[in-house]
């Protein structure tokens, strides 16, 4: 299957959509609130944007889905997911993505190609409280360079990325498999939960040292 094609008739479509809005969008409070502005206008015209490029919509998922919308293409089901990325220096963004789990599932059990979508967006240049897009790229998230991915201990791991994807656009291997995905991804999984479980040995046993000193001078391990 031809991922980069179809990232990219993908993303003509989305920008043909802003592409009224490049000129300055009226700030929002947050990047999710701004986020959600987008992620909305991207729905509105799911059906049409499917329609223009002959894919099978998928109904918008529920909550608990790792993608904000759907179609089928080629008999394979394909989510994508809006990910707003603030590009001025002072801002946070985590890159997060979702559960490891979650993320597992869909891949292997669903069978699913999961895609982002990122926008990148910054003050605008005229006073008037608006944000520009600079960039809107699409790419599936198998295929994103290996130092790309990274896991933090949220719950039971949670998967984020270290760029944006407009940084290694030209690093994205295209015609990665799954199989060579998760071995890299089953690689970083083990060692992130091999060090969570380290840290939670250490965390054990200054908490039995602190017991057994009487409750005295207690130096919680980090």
């Known amino acids: 299957m031809d991922y980069e094609k179809i990232a990219k008739?993908?993303?003509?479509?989305?920008?043909?959509?802003?592409?009224?809005?490049?000129?300055?969008?009226?700030?929002?409070e947050d990047s999710r609130a701004f986020g959600a502005m987008i992620e909305k206008?991207?729905?509105d015209?799911?059906?049409?944007?499917?329609?223009?490029?002959?894919?099978?919509?998928?109904?918008?998922?529920?909550?608990?889905?790792?993608?904000?919308?759907?179609c089928n293409i080629e008999n394979k089901l394909f989510g994508f997911d809006v990910k707003t990325k603030d590009l001025?220096?002072?801002s946070y963004s985590d890159g997060g993505v979702c559960a490891i789990g979650n993320l597992l599932k869909f891949l292997a059990n669903d069978r699913g190609i999961f895609m982002i979508v990122e926008f990148g967006h910054?003050?605008?240049?005229?006073?008037?409280?608006?944000?520009?897009?600079?960039?809107i790229c699409v790419a599936p998230f198998h295929c994103l360079p290996q130092n790309m991915?990274?896991?933090?201990?949220?719950?039971?791991g949670q998967v984020?990325?270290?760029?944006?994807?407009?940084?290694?656009?030209?690093?994205?291997?295209?015609?990665?498999?799954?199989?060579?995905?998760?071995?890299?991804?089953?690689?970083?999984?083990?060692?992130?939960?091999?060090?969570?479980?380290?840290?939670?040995?250490?965390?054990?046993?200054s908490i039995e040292q602190f017991?057994?000193?009487?409750?005295?001078?207690?130096?919680f391990v980090r």
Request: charged share 35%; proline share 1%.
């Open 9 to 28: 008739r993908i993303e003509l479509e989305i920008e043909t959509l802003f592409e009224e809005m490049r000129s300055g969008i009226s700030a929002r």
């Open 41 to 43: 206008r991207i729905t």
């Open 45 to 70: 015209s799911w059906d049409k944007i499917c329609s223009n490029l002959g894919y099978q919509t998928v109904d918008i998922p529920g909550r608990r889905t790792i993608f904000d919308f759907a």
């Open 88 to 90: 001025d220096s002072k």
């Open 122 to 135: 910054d003050r605008s240049t005229a006073k008037n409280n608006s944000r520009e897009i600079e960039y």
């Open 149 to 156: 991915y990274r896991i933090e201990n949220l719950g039971t």
């Open 160 to 205: 984020r990325l270290n760029y944006t994807i407009n940084q290694v656009w030209d690093e994205i291997e295209w015609n990665r498999s799954y199989q060579d995905f998760f071995n890299i991804f089953c690689d970083l999984a083990t060692i992130h939960y091999k060090r969570v479980k380290a840290d939670a040995d250490k965390r054990i046993k």
């Open 211 to 219: 017991r057994d000193g009487g409750y005295q001078n207690f130096r």
